[in-house]
């Protein structure tokens, strides 16, 4: 357990030495959007669901250490998973691109800038090293949100993975929101949800 400790902490203390290295220029890796994932898990009172939705592209900027980024959401490619193929599959998908929920139609994109990279301390074996802050943008309403990551930069490769929770309501998303609809009962869906986040960029 101890070596696994010492490791762990010399991975992040060699991590930020790549990120701080004062002879390498601004380094700018290019988001792999077909190796990258982007999860995201709801719940609802009668029950739940889990899909996947696209990147369409981003880039994460080293700059002597620090580190910066910009991301973009395909909305339109939002898809359940939990579901067979079929009527259901296909309605809930149609309903979360509807204006009700995403409004996919009249906002097609969303946008994710990272603020801010921090080292965790006590950090475990294969768990997160960082905290992640950005300012995340749907329909055209931004707020902040933060998540730990496991972060690793391999020669020309960095790869980023976490999971964020979103609160919808903060983006003007009501449908079956208790923060808008009280009295709401079990037709009610929560306003927060889980979105897992795998990264991999290039240079």
């Given at each position: 357990m101890k070596k696994a400790i010492i490791l762990t902490g010399a991975l992040v203390v060699l991590t930020l030495m790549a990120f701080?290295?004062?002879e390498v220029h601004t380094e700018v890796f290019k988001v792999d959007t077909k190796a990258s994932t982007l999860e995201w898990y709801a719940e609802k009172v009668s029950g739940k669901h889990n899909g996947i939705i696209q990147l369409l592209s981003g880039d994460i900027k080293n700059d002597h250490?620090?580190?910066s980024g910009t991301f973009e959401i395909d909305m339109n490619s939002i898809e359940d998973k939990d579901m067979e193929a079929g009527k259901g599959k296909t309605k809930l998908e149609t309903h979360l691109k509807s204006a009700d929920f995403f409004d996919a139609a009249k906002f097609p994109t969303a946008k994710f800038v990272i603020t801010s990279v921090a080292?965790?301390?006590g950090v475990k074996p294969g768990g997160p090293?960082?905290?992640v802050k950005g300012m995340l943008t749907i329909k055209d309403k931004t707020n902040e949100i933060s998540f730990d990551a496991l972060i690793?930069?391999?020669q020309n490769k960095l790869s980023?993975?976490?999971?964020?929770i979103v609160d919808r309501s903060k983006f003007d998303?009501?449908?079956?929101?208790k923060t808008f609809f009280a009295d709401i009962g079990n037709k009610m869906i929560n306003d927060e949800f889980t979105l897992k986040v795998n990264v991999v960029a290039v240079k």
């Open positions: 701080n290295n004062k250490g620090h580190l080292p965790l301390t090293n960082f905290t690793k930069l391999e980023c993975s976490g999971s964020a998303i009501k449908y079956g929101s």
